[in-house]
């Protein structure tokens, strides 16, 4: 049996050995326990065990951490400005969650997007003390993903965002690409097609009342502006959307959805 392990082991190329590695690092840098790791695994995959993953399951899976605020730390364990590199992944990843916060509230989806409404979701979810987001030492890598999770699905579920990665043909195969920010417009623009706001609900469309609000060229698509453009973008549909709803007499798109 020894043997068998030890030829199987040695059957694993580089490339494979790199992205389990990578995938041991996010858990422990995300403060990952084996209970919440393995739900991870059985939700997305149906397998309890990174080592059961194909490759291309492995990158998914790696992305996926990514979006929870995981940073692959070359070495050192520093970050550039000195800072421990545990602290600064926990305020990026905190950096996400009041970013996902304000899109919720672009969205439709939230009455009050302060942080004070903030903080008392996350106490909601984590059962956390009464303190503020801004004060984290209750708020831990676990604590995190249940929060980043909360409002992911509640975007999913009230608005549609679909937050499955951007895939793209190239002269060197398949590409993955993670772009929440991308799949927050998308899902803008099709509530802003339900309420009567735009007339072409094709995505095409959407790229070029992008382009418009962000002053690019006309072959620019709106997965190709930059973060802070995709963030004017997502503004002002906010408003759009805020605007239709208000005209209707609703505070939300729960609300319209019910009436």
Known sequence: MAAQAKSTQSKISPARRKLLGKVHIAKK?????????????DARFGKTSSA????PQ?????EHFKTLGFKHQPSGGKAPNGKNAVAVDRDRQIRKIRALWV?????????????RALTAFARRVTGGRD???????WLHGEAIYKVTEALKKMAEREAKVDWSAHRYSTKDGPVTVYRPRCRVLEAQWRLAADLGEVRIRDIGALSSFARGVAGQPNYCGHDQLSLEQQDLVIVELGRMIRRALKERGFATIQEWRKS
């Open 29 to 41: 840098q995300l403060g990952m326990d084996d209970e919440t790791y393995r739900a991870i695994l």
């Open 52 to 55: 059961k993953l194909r490759d």
């Open 58 to 62: 492995l990158i998914d899976l790696i």
């Open 103 to 115: 899109s919720m509230y672009h969205l439709g989806i939230l009455r009050d997007n302060s942080e």
């Open 131 to 137: 303190v503020g987001i801004a004060q984290l030492p």
